[in-house]
Every structure is written in C-alpha cells, then in structure tokens.
C-alpha cells in the first residue's frame, strides 16, 4: 500500500469519526460480516454521583444483531430515568438512520422546562435502551445516578410584599444552574395553609466560595390573573438560606418587597441554655419577657447573623428564670455554630446587659469572640467556637450553651 493511499483512508476513517460525532447515524449495513449478538453503549458528559445537569450529551454506539435486525424496522434509543414504580422517558426517543445495522454518534437530552416528574426518584438513576419498533427492547445501557443540586429540597421563609408579611413554604430543584419551583403555599396569620399558583424559575449566575447568585422569574396566577415578579437573590451555605433584598413587580424598577428562604431538614437539635449564676434579668436591660433565639449559623462571615443562620427557634424569656430548654426543628444536615443570643433592642446582641452564647465557649471566651465579631471583623477568632456537625434525620441533645452577659463598655 503506498503513502497516498494510506492516506486516503485514515482521512476516511477521520471523517467518518466526525460524522458519528455529529448525529447518531454513522455506520454501516454490515451485509458481508455475521452479527451474532447485539451490543450497545450510551455514555453521558456527566459524572455519576454528582449534581443533575440540566443536559446531558448523550454518545451511543450499537451493533443489532442479524437475528434482531430489519431494515425496514425502526430502532431508537430511549432515555429514561427510574420512577418510584415504573421508569419515565425524558422526551422524545431518538431515532437512528432507518437501515443502518451499526453505527455511533451523540445527541442531547434535555431536562424538560418544567422540570422532571414528580414519580421520578432520588438519587436521579437515568438509562438509555436501544429499542426496534414500539417497546421490543433490544439492549441496555449501564445505569448513571446523580444527585439533586443543592437548591433542591422544601424551603420555607417570609415575604414581604408592599405593606404585608405571608409566611410560605417552597419546593425547590436544582438541574444544573436552573431552579424550580411550583406550587408555594402560603401560611396566613391564623397558620392556615393556602396553596396557591406560584411558579418561580431562576438561573444560578455566579458562584462564590461563600455565595452564589440567582437571578429569575416568577409569576403568581390569582383570582385577578396573573403577577409576574423579577429579582435576583443571594444564597448562602451552599443552599440553605436565600436572601432577596427587593424584586420588582410587572417589569416596574421600583423595589416592591423581599424575601428570605430556608432550606428544611429532617433533623433536630436540643439543648439547654444557661445565663450565668447570678443574673438579675429584671435588671435593665430587662431579659424578662424579651424574645431569645438559637441560631444555627453556617458561617460569621460578612457579619450579619441573619444571613448566616439556617433553621432557629425563638421563645420570650420566662420572668426570673436562669436556665431553659430549646429545640431546632427541621435542621437540614450540615456543619452548623450554634449561637444564642437576646437582643433587647432589636439593633443585635450587642449592648451591655444583652445575652449571647456561643456553643463550645465558656463565658469569658465568648465575650472576646464576640469581640473580635463585632469590632475587628478583618480578624475573627473562631478557635474558641466548637462547630457542630449534623446528619441527614439525626437528632442532636444536650448541645448545651452556657451564654453570657454583655459587659458595660469601658
Ligand atoms: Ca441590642
């Protein structure tokens, strides 16, 4: 064979690599050669066991023995994703090039612009099938799993909206840098549920060490039709808290409202809260009477606790009482600082008589890492905080907090 020739085919062979990298219907009828057993392949660009993309290119190659094969008969290849009782196909098949016995090539899969159905399960477990006419399958391919991103779960927060505050609760799911989420119901002020047409989309824009971006739509279908909202949020702890500052309604610039978000968890967090022996909370600043929390804060950066905390519990102080009990409901998992405070003067824990609490720090310790919080925010010592780690439905008790009195400024 000379030089030229060899060259002719290996550019043959190239171009018929790129035609199979193009659309799936590169091959060949393969009339000289037998084909005792059919084989085939779907490779996905994404890894399994990490976050759903919101699209998938999927490369396939198949082989359709002689036995199962008829060039008048159409084949296809079906992505599908397991569903609680049966599988659910995403979309349309894909059909191969009618007559075509083997062959390779690439295609998309899209996640539907409503999201995935609610029968599908998690962890996401997604197959393709090469199948001849309607439903005969031929073969299967190996299994890919993901994981929902980390904006998918049931959040619930406020909203503030011209003059009104509504409690909600949202479901919300993450495919690739796309959120969804349907269907919020809204808690009025007598706790009563009321579900409501609710849509939002958003695009995750940036992404942060500490942070990401979501910007988005949102449309409320009411008994006077229908309100579309615009905004961008923050988030924070990798998803477990939202913040929006203002959002305008129907395309206006002016800033009509905000919100915030927190993600639920299926854990709990208890303990027990301890002023210091001797404190006199009928004493001015008076603790009698005035609401206390337990946050449980993912970070101090930025300095602003109301960002930083995930799921709390807040109660009135009991007049004369030196101890309490509290209880965190619906902790997602995560590694969390818990944190007590009283603010007696809603402007933060920050002014002398007000009491503050940090897990793992004896009083004195607390005082000068609030210290460093509050007036030296360039240099926080955290050495002294002990971080709690939780899990996916544990329970934590006795994560006790001995709290501390704010001293009188010197
Ligand atoms: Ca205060």
Known sequence: MNKSRNFLIAALGALALLAGSCSSGGGSNDDDDTIAQTTFTATVDATSGTAIPDQFTVTIAYQIADSAFDATAEYSVHARFAGAVSSIDMGAPHTLTEGIQTGSGSYKVNIPASGLPAEVKTPYEMTFTLEKGV?????????????????????????????????????????????????????DNSNIEHTEDFDIAMTVTATTSTTSTLKGTASYIGSSGKTSYSGEATVYGGGKRIVCDKYTVEGSTVAAGSFFAIKNGTSKVSGTIKLPAGTDTSAAPVLDGMEWQVSLLFTFAEGDMSKNSSRYVK???????????????????????????????????????????????????????????????????????????????ETKTAIDINAAIIPVAP
């Open 135 to 187: 439903g005969e399958t031929l073969a299967t391919s190996e299994a890919y799993t993901f994981i929902p991103g980390p904006l998918t779960g049931t959040y619930t927060g406020d909203v503030h909206h011209g003059s009104n505050y509504y409690s909600y609760r949202i479901p919300l799911v993450q495919y690739g840098n796309r959120v969804l989420g349907t269907d919020a119901v809204y808690i």
């Open 315 to 393: 109660g009135l102080w009991p007049t004369g009482a030196n101890t309490i009990t509290y209880t965190v409901e619906n902790v997602p998992e995560g590694t969390f600082y818990p944190v007590f405070y009283i603010d007696t003067d809603d402007d933060g824990p920050s002014d002398a008589g007000e009491a503050i609490g940090l897990y793992g720090c004896a009083e004195a310790d607390t005082i000068a890492t609030m210290d460093t919080i509050m007036n030296h925010k360039e240099a926080i010592d955290m050495s002294k905080i002990q971080a709690l780690s939780v899990g996916t439905g």
